[in-house]
């Protein structure tokens, strides 16, 4: 039961509670995953020197992450405050983990292989962030309309497509390729999170379930059979990494990456409007779970931040996460996202994360990503009309096509080729309808939320607000801002046709279609929760 503070009496509010333990080693743990991806990305693939990795741009991603972690637990406390409750979570945030890959493989791998240099990539990189910053901060001033007029099984269904896309489906590979500590880990969360059972004097699941899997890992390297990968010699060089480096002013760097701003503006701007909506999204997700937050705010702050953190050399986005309702289900409130940006801060600016990575299997963090990405995934049927279950589905199918179009083109890409060198029609004769998964995961994020408004809207039988969203996907669809890999004029013309047909269909049936006795009643769900403005 939610326990009522004195309102306006800062003294009254607890900053840290039990539940934030779980909060922080669940949360924690996904932030360690994402600094170890980014510092293998950055590595192994970019072959960025260590001295720039560890000297320059974990202590600038250190930096960042911790002033997010701490602004967000500040909206929380003054939240805490206006409405008296004593169960108000903070949003979490982070590295942009689709950005990470985006930005790794499509702007910086390509300029360091062409001009024979990483610098150059880094460059090109704080740049695309310096754009991405100010699409965010202006576009905070739009959204919450957006979020005003859009049905939230579109906002929830097209955030559930991220989570099943790219959140869930990895971790459960990786659970599965290794499944003595993957699905074993995995037991011991759901047992917790979702069975409530308590682990010995409380200890958090989260960090159980890390305990349990790198006993294992280290166990099985004791007896030859290296589950997880882990080795003592890995371990010990690892400790080379310990040093302790501050963030140092890039300013020129950022500014030199201009010279590419022609390819860095073709992904920049529509993963900056991605960014708009996702955010949008997970600030609807936490209202849905009791915590409202100013959207306008929340956004202008992830522009800032990002911005300050590229000035400072660190070439990743900001971002709101998706997953509050996890964390708050947890019992997470105010602490744990002000200790986990506290703990990044030490582990980026003393070089820590070298060592985590060669102590603990990521096998054993997996099935966390996977508990928030079945939390989301849920969500948007929860908390949505019962009625609108078709449109979340619809939201999906972007989403699920982007996926499946990204392993295609990295299988035939380990192969050394292409879609179009191996062909488009003989692709489809095997099955394979790449072009249709192109057009229909080309801008994913947005596909999924209009097809969700559009399905949502025609559901309520309200065929002029379809009609509406259906001329809007058309114009974003033409400047490829939808089912299109690039923004430009006449993108995919024949979509954006198809959208303006469906428009004239809709508008056709608002003014001489009668409605029928047996149209589904609207109103009917009794659990419906209407969105929060």
Request: net charge neutral.
């Amino acid at each position: 039961m939610t326990t009522i503070v004195n309102k306006n009496m800062p003294g009254n509010v607890k900053l840290w509670k039990p539940g934030d333990w779980n909060a922080l080693f669940g949360f924690g743990t996904n932030i360690l995953v994402n600094l170890l991806v980014l510092t293998g990305l950055l590595r192994f693939v970019l072959q960025m020197p260590d001295d720039i990795v560890f000297g320059r741009i974990l202590p600038a991603v250190g930096l960042m992450m911790c002033l997010s972690t701490l602004y967000y637990a500040y909206l929380a406390y003054k939240l805490t405050l206006e409405t008296g409750r004593t169960d108000v979570c903070a949003l979490p945030s982070g590295i942009s983990v689709p950005h990470m890959f985006v930005v790794v493989f499509v702007i910086m791998l390509p300029i360091s292989l062409t001009t024979g240099d990483p610098i150059k990539g880094w460059e090109a990189g704080l740049t695309w962030v310096f754009v991405q910053s100010f699409v965010l901060m202006l576009g905070g001033y739009i959204a919450p309309y957006i979020r005003k007029i859009t049905p939230r099984a579109a906002l929830l269904g097209t955030l559930a497509g991220v989570s099943i896309a790219f959140i869930s489906l990895r971790p459960a590979l990786e659970m599965f390729m290794t499944p003595v500590i993957g699905v074993v880990c995995f037991a011991i969360i759901l047992l917790s999170w979702f069975g409530g059972v308590r682990y010995f004097k409380g200890i958090p699941a989260g960090l159980v379930a890390i305990a349990v899997g790198t006993l294992i890992a280290w166990g099985s390297t004791a007896i030859g059979l290296n589950f997880g990968g882990l080795s003592l010699e890995k371990l010990t060089q690892s400790l080379t990494s310990f040093g302790f480096s501050i963030p140092i002013p890039a300013v020129g760097h950022v500014f030199s990456g201009f010279e590419f701003i022609g390819i860095i503006l073709v992904t920049a701007i529509p993963f900056g409007i991605y960014d708009l909506v996702e955010a949008m999204d997970n600030v609807e997700s936490a209202a849905v779970a009791g915590d409202s937050y100013p959207t306008t705010r929340v956004l202008t702050a992830d522009g800032a931040i990002s911005l300050i953190g590229c000035c400072m050399g660190n070439p990743f986005i900001n971002a709101v996460y998706i997953g509050h309702p996890g964390w708050k289900s947890m019992g997470g409130g105010i602490g744990y996202s002000a200790a986990t940006g506290i703990s990044v801060l030490i582990l980026c600016w003393f070089g820590i994360i070298a060592v985590f990575s060669s102590a603990i299997p990521l096998v054993a963090i997996s099935p966390i990503l996977l508990y928030i990405g079945m939390l989301i995934g849920s969500q948007a049927f929860q908390e949505s009309p019962k009625s609108h279950a078709p449109a979340i589905i619809v939201s999906l199918m972007p989403h699920l096509a982007a996926w499946g179009k990204l392993q295609i083109d990295n299988v035939l890409g380990a192969a050394g080729t292409n879609a179009a060198a191996v062909g488009l029609d003989k692709l489809a004769q095997n099955g394979v309808l790449y072009e249709g998964l192109s057009v229909l995961g080309g801008g994913a994020i947005l596909g999924g939320l209009m097809l969700g408004a559009i399905t949502a809207f025609i559901i309520d039988r309200s065929f002029n607000k379809a009609g509406l969203f259906a001329c809007a996907s058309a114009v974003l669809t033409f400047f490829g801002l939808m089912h299109g890999e690039a923004i430009g004029i006449a993108e995919s013309p024949t979509v954006a046709f198809a959208y303006l047909a469906v428009a004239g269909v809709l508008f056709a049936c608002a003014k001489f279609s009668v409605e029928s006795s047996k149209a589904p009643d609207k109103h009917h769900d009794t659990d419906v929760i209407e969105p929060v403005h």
